[in-house]
């Protein structure tokens, strides 16, 4: 399955999706409530969590009937946190559009927040019972330790590759790995069928942040939508340069911890360098082959699977995330 078909089918799945939560959040009785909740929904995205249960719970024949109304709970914790992210953050855009704090204020968007966060756990509780409560509670559980430790990791100028992968896990993985095993769980699948899942869906997000990293110093502004090197930038220490860090000779190492401790603009200024010298340690390529092991691994643990159709979509997904360039 080729990126074009993989997204044709996507966007067609999501449609669907979209009229599940459409039904869903038709009991939100509050006008302002619902306005802010629709424009964090409906503003755009790929469905990818809750298109990643449907997917999950197919590998084991048909999914029980109510698997969409399981699914949707993900897209709702997952619009949670970017409404809790934007406040934090004091963004003013997402998605090229403007956030719901810069439209209402911090107060209602983050009880608009709350009140999805809390309708997830409501649904998940209802569709799929202990196990699918106890798996988006952890994964909510992770989000939010993810970000004390992003902010205690901010702290520091340097930080290592553990610390990196700590964040991701809870910021980017977890939530993902929770979608996949939840939709394999409510149809009944093995407990090794579930870890095979876990595996898949921790690996996918950790790859897709990896891709990321690099994208921001290597993509195509016109095609990625955000200006080249805006994590260095921004002083941001991803894969990249912690692997460089981690190799430079002490010269380009000082002279990258110098960029670092500098202004923004310093950096700016210096990216061409700053990018020689993660070239020339092979930061880039390490990185890339990190993410191409992680997806290997996530492939290897579908075989469980035999010839289920819903693999060919996993696996194009997953081929997807090192392919993209955007």
């Given amino acids: 399955m080729n990126n074009s078909e993989l997204l044709a089918l996507f966007k067609e799945k999501a449609v669907q999706i979209d009229a599940v939560m459409e039904a869903d959040l038709a009991i939100v009785e509050s006008p302002l409530l619902a306005q802010i909740i629709r424009h964090a929904i409906f503003q755009g995205g790929k469905r990818i969590r809750p298109l990643l249960t449907l997917l999950a719970a197919s590998l084991v024949g048909t999914p029980p009937e109510d698997t969409p109304r399981l699914a949707i709970s993900f897209e709702y914790l997952h619009a949670a946190s970017l409404l809790h992210d934007d406040v934090i953050d004091?963004?003013?855009?997402?998605?090229?559009?403007?956030?719901?704090?810069?439209?209402?204020?911090?107060?209602?968007?983050?009880?608009a927040g709350d009140y999805l966060h809390a309708h997830a756990m409501a649904l998940?509780?209802?569709?799929g019972g202990p196990t699918a409560m106890s798996l988006i509670g952890r994964a909510t559980a992770a989000m939010v330790e993810s970000e004390f430790m992003q902010m205690h990791n901010a702290t520091e100028?340097?930080?290592?590759?553990?610390?990196?992968?700590?964040?991701l896990m809870g910021k980017t993985a977890a939530l993902i790995a929770a979608a996949c095993e939840a939709g394999i769980g409510h149809n009944?699948?093995?407990?090794?069928?579930?870890?095979?899942?876990?595996?898949?869906?921790?690996?996918?997000?950790?790859a897709f942040q990896i891709v990321d990293d690099l994208l921001d110093y290597?993509?195509?502004?016109?095609k990625t939508g955000k200006v080249v090197g805006n994590d260095f930038q921004e002083g941001k220490m991803t894969l990249p340069l912690i692997k460089t860090l981690?190799?430079?000779?002490?010269?380009?190492?000082?002279?990258?911890?110098?960029?670092?401790?500098?202004?923004?603009?310093?950096?700016?200024?210096?990216?061409?360098?700053?990018?020689?010298?993660?070239?020339?340690?092979?930061?880039?390529s390490l990185a890339r082959e990190q993410a191409e092991a992680l997806i290997q691994e996530a492939l290897a643990g579908l075989t469980i699977f035999g010839e289920a159709p819903a693999k060919t979509p996993l696996a194009g997904l997953a081929h997807y995330v090192l392919s993209r360039d955007k």
Avoid: C
């Fill in 90 to 111: 004091h963004a003013t855009l997402r998605r090229g559009a403007k956030t719901a704090n810069t439209l209402w204020g911090m107060e209602p968007v983050i009880l």
């Fill in 246 to 284: 981690a190799k430079a000779e002490a010269p380009d190492r000082e002279r990258l911890i110098a960029l670092l401790k500098g202004t923004p603009q310093e950096r700016s200024r210096e990216l061409p360098h700053a990018q020689a010298i993660i070239e020339k340690y092979q930061g880039f």
């Fill in 188 to 206: 009944q699948g093995s407990p090794a069928q579930r870890i095979a899942l876990r595996t898949y869906g921790t690996n996918l997000g950790l």
């Fill in 157 to 167: 100028m340097l930080i290592s590759e553990e610390k990196y992968f700590q964040v």
């Fill in 124 to 127: 998940a509780s209802e569709v």
């Fill in 218 to 222: 290597l993509g195509d502004p016109a």
